[in-house]
């Protein structure tokens, strides 16, 4: 049974950092891409970004790029979100993915979410 649990989420202020893990089981995690998602309340869950499985290449969706980056530890078959200069727009439920279904940006596996507010 795969799973994904994700850590790390918490209340902060704007413009602190925070740093969101997703550990796996029951996989190969090696051998899958992952990502983030976000769903802030009453929108829809939208893309952060991703990052291939041998943790060589990334990509980030607009709004977050130059702010989060995501790394990976494959031994530890564990996958980071680090966020810096946060804003009131990032609090939202994060989730993160791994195993990409073909040309589509849409995951196999999920986790449960973790929350992530930021206040003023």
């Known amino acids: 049974q795969v799973q994904l649990v994700e850590s790390g989420g918490g209340l902060v202020q704007a413009g602190d950092s925070l740093r969101l893990s997703c550990t796996a089981s029951g996989l190969m995690f090696g051998s899958v891409d992952a990502a983030w998602f976000r769903r802030a309340p009453g929108k829809e869950r939208e893309f952060v970004g991703s990052?291939?499985?041998?943790?060589?290449?990334?990509d980030y969706a607009p709004s977050v790029k130059g702010r989060f980056i995501i790394s990976r530890d494959n031994a530890k078959k564990t996958v980071y979100l680090q966020m810096i200069s946060l804003k009131l727009e990032d609090t939202a439920v994060y989730y993160c993915?791994?195993?990409?279904?073909?040309?589509?940006?849409?995951?196999?596996?999920w986790g449960q979410g973790t929350q992530v507010t930021v206040s003023s």
């Open positions: 993915a791994a195993g990409q279904k073909p040309a589509v940006r849409d995951y196999y596996f």
């Open positions: 990052i291939n499985r041998s943790g060589t290449a990334t």
